[in-house]
């Protein structure tokens, strides 16, 4: 059952995960060299939603099956966001 539940949910979203993350990755490479790409490794949460945010992916995840209710999304933005 868990691993239909990955299959079905989880791997769809993963997938819209890496293709945001690979556009904007693409951006910055068209722009400058990605070794003088700004460093966003330390930023803190509040700007870790609101990058999200900005990818779509909250909005994304908003409209998926298991995140309709609020608190489920919100403990998955908590594992992202640590």
């Given amino acids: 059952?868990?691993?239909?539940?990955?299959?079905?949910?989880?791997i769809p979203v993963l997938k819209f995960?890496?293709?945001?993350?690979?556009?904007?990755?693409?951006?910055f490479e068209t722009k400058?060299?990605?070794?003088?790409?700004?460093?966003l490794s330390?930023?803190?949460?509040?700007?870790?939603?609101?990058?999200?945010t900005q990818l779509g992916i909250l909005d994304f995840l908003k409209e998926q099956q298991p995140f309709l209710n609020v608190n489920a999304?919100?403990?998955?933005?908590s594992g992202i966001t640590g």
């Avoid at 059952?1 to 989880?10: A, C, P, T, V």
């Avoid at 999304?73 to 933005?77: E, G, P, Q």
Wanted: charged share 20%.
């Fill in 1 to 10: 059952m868990i691993k239909s539940i990955i299959d079905s949910r989880l």
């Fill in 73 to 77: 999304l919100a403990s998955v933005i």
């Fill in 17 to 27: 995960v890496v293709y945001e993350l690979t556009k904007v990755m693409q951006c």
């Fill in 32 to 39: 400058n060299d990605l070794s003088s790409a700004i460093d």
């Fill in 42 to 52: 330390d930023t803190n949460n509040t700007e870790k939603i609101i990058m999200l």
